[in-house]
């Protein structure tokens, strides 16, 4: 992933939701100095819930893998992230990524979502929201590979609009989402 020195933060993905509980949360795209929030919200998702996101146990994430995830162009890469305030300070309920691999020449989606915020229609706004934003930048085909146990995530992809194709391997499964 690189980031060149013109990415201009796109103020325009910023957004306030209100969740099925009642409760807001601010929306926006990821920011540089969002390292120490990531690592925060790391902290506080449960074994399940990182398994889900990594496929494997995760304690920490190395530096170059946190800079990649919070230095993005916002084109090729793209991340949105919940926002709450929390004991005082902003705190990440979530986050909703893409990212094309030209190597590949195949676009990865990833999105996690801290257990005391999960079912609530946040995974599912966060999704719809990643794909349109790739769709505008000329991604149509967006894959990722889960735990193939993870209802959770299939739950929330049955409710997108959206050609979703599913293929196993291994005990994992390859997902395809098409927004077309």
Not at 16 to 26: A, D, I, S
Not at 60 to 88: C, D, K, M
Not at 153 to 166: F, G, N, P, Q
Request: some cysteine; proline content about 3%; aromatic content about 12%.
């Amino acid at each position: 992933m690189f980031c060149p020195i013109d990415s201009v933060y796109p103020v325009q993905y910023e957004q306030r939701l209100t969740l099925k509980n009642g409760k807001e949360v601010f929306l926006r795209p990821i920011v540089q100095t969002d390292e120490a929030l990531i690592l925060d919200l790391l902290n506080k998702l449960s074994a399940d819930s990182i398994y889900l996101r990594f496929l494997r146990p995760v304690n920490s994430l190395p530096e170059e893998f946190l800079y990649q995830l919070t230095h993005i162009n916002y084109t090729s890469n793209f991340a949105l992230v919940a926002v709450i305030r929390e004991e005082g300070r902003d705190a990440l309920v979530a986050v909703a990524r893409y990212g094309y691999d030209a190597r590949e020449k195949v676009t990865d989606f990833a999105i996690v979502v801290r257990d005391d915020w999960q079912r609530l229609g946040l995974g599912k706004v966060l999704l719809q929201k990643i794909f349109a934003v790739g769709r505008r930048h000329g991604f149509t085909r967006f894959v990722s590979v889960i735990d193939s146990a993870n209802s959770g995530i299939k739950h929330v992809l049955r409710e997108l609009d959206w050609a979703v194709h599913y293929s196993y391997r291994g005990g994992a499964t390859q997902v395809e989402v098409e927004v077309e």
